[in-house]
Nanobody, 118 residues
Framework: QVQLVESGGGLVQPGESLRLSCVAS????????MNWYRQAPGKQRELVAT???????NYADSVKGRFTISRDSAKNTVYLQMNSLKREDTAVYYC????????????WGQGTQVTVSS
């Protein structure tokens, strides 16, 4: 059974930091590109950051220079370090695993809430 379990969300003030974690089980972690998406109330889900199976990264323009995605293959875990958080970063953040050999095979976590408010 495949599971992606996110953690690390919470309530922070603007300018503060959070680190999200996503632990994957039931998949061969090295065969998946890992992504973080987010969905704010009333908005579509958007791709925030990607790290490929080979370690290449890509970011949405809105988070470049503030967020860092990384992966630890020994722990089957992907991280999202979020610095200089802004109110507009408030959203539910979802972990996603995409199989490198088929775009039609992917898995989602349950989401973790990040709220940036003073």
């Amino acid at each position: 059974q495949v599971q992606l379990v996110e953690s690390g969300g919470g309530l922070v003030q603007p300018g503060e930091s959070l680190r999200l974690s996503c632990v994957a089980s039931g998949i061969r972690f090295s065969a998946y590109h890992m992504n973080w998406y987010r969905q704010a109330p009333g908005k579509q889900r958007e791709l925030v950051a990607t790290i490929t199976s080979g370690g290449s990264t890509n970011y949405a323009d809105s988070v470049k220079g503030r967020f860092t995605i990384s992966r630890d293959s020994a722990k089957n875990t992907v991280y999202l370090q979020m610095n200089s958080l802004k109110r507009e970063d408030t959203a539910v953040y979802y972990c996603n695993a995409k199989y490198i050999f088929s775009v039609h095979l992917d898995y989602w976590g349950q989401g973790t809430q990040v709220t940036v408010s003073s």
